[in-house]
C-alpha cells in the first residue's frame, strides 16, 4: 500500500529553522535531497569530499530555490581524520543538527583502501558515516526530535549468502569481488541504521527524541553506474547503462523515501523505507533482509565499528550487557 497518495516532495512540511547535513550532495539522490529540504527552508549544510563540485552544487540548489540557505562542509568519509575536522567545524557553525542523511557511497570501484586501510567501499560507506554520525551525536541530541537517515540499497540482499553475512572484515573484499564488496556495504548500512534505533530505545535518558531510519532508492539513473567500475568498461559498461535507463527512476523519485523519511511524522524510528515496486515507484514502508535484522550481527558490527573508528556514542549512556538479549 502506498504510503501517501500521490506524495510529493513538495508535500514536505516547512523545515524553518532546522538544520540539515547532507553527505554526498554534489549530484544524483543527494543533490536532489539537499535542493528539497533546501527549498523548505531548512538550513542546508552540503557534504562534500571536492569543495569544487561542492560549490557548482551549492549554486544549481540557489538558482532552483532561490534565497536558500545553503553551506559546505568538505568532509571525505574515506579519511576518519576528515571526519573529525568536518564534524568540529559543524559544531562551531551550528549548535544542533536536526536532520542527519548519511548518502554519500562509492559503488563497486577498483579494489582501494582507505586513508586508514579500510577496503575501500565498506570504509567510505559503512565507517565513514558510522564515525560521522557518533561525532555529529551531541548536535543530534540537542535538537528537538532529530533523525539520521541512512541510505541503503537493494543490493544488501545480496550480502546474505555463504561468507558474506559477516560484515567485520574492514580490510578486504569478500571473495575478492567489488560487486559483493558493495552489497556487504549497503547491509552494513541497514545493520548499524537499525542497531542505532535499538541503543536509541534502549537509553533512558534525552537521547530518545532521536530517530534512525533506514532508506533504499531503487534503481535511480544517477552517477553511480558510470562511475563503477562496469561502467567504464566499452561494450558492457553501455549495456549496464543502458539497462539502468530502461528499469531506473529519475533521481528526484529516487530521493523520495529519504524525504519521506526525513520529513514525515509517522516514519518511527526502526523503518526502512524504499518504492513501492522494489526498483521504482512511491514510498512505502519495506522489510530488510533476514540477515539485516540480525540484532547478534548488528551488535558484533557496531562493537568493531567503534573499536575501528574510535568513535564509541558514549552520549547515548547505553549500558551495554553480556550478549544481546533484545
Known sequence: MVLWKAWRAADAPDLSGRVAL????TSGIGLETATQLARGGARTLL?????????RAKERIVERCGA????????D??????????AREIADRAGHLDLLVNNAGVMAPPPQLTDQGFELQLGTNHLGHFALTGRLLPLLLAADGARVITVSSIAHHLAG??????????KTLPHGSRWLGYARSKLAN???????????????DAATGLRSI?????VTRSE??????????????RIAQLSTQVISQSTASGALPTLYAATRADAAGGEFFGPRLGVRGAPVRVRPSHVARDAVLADRLWQASAAATGVGYEELCKPRRAGVDR
Not at 536558500?68 to 568532509?75: I, K, N, P, T
Not at 553511480?224 to 559498461?237: E, K, T
Request: net charge negative; hydrophobic share 45%.
Open 22 to 25: 547532507v553527505t554526498g550532495a
Open 47 to 55: 557534504g562534500c569530499r571536492d569543495l569544487g563540485r561542492g560549490q
Open 68 to 75: 536558500a540557505s545553503v553551506e559546505l562542509v568538505r568532509v
Open 77 to 86: 568519509l574515506a579519511d576518519l581524520e576528515s571526519v573529525r575536522d568536518a
Open 161 to 170: 549468502g555463504a561468507g558474506l553475512s559477516e560484515p567485520t572484515d574492514f
Open 190 to 204: 541497514l545493520l548499524f541504521a537499525l542497531e542505532l534505533d535499538r541503543q536509541v530505545r534502549d537509553c533512558t
Open 214 to 218: 533506514a532508506v533504499h532508492p531503487g
Open 224 to 237: 553511480l553506474v558510470a562511475r563503477a567500475s562496469i561502467g567504464q568498461r566499452p561494450l558492457i559498461g
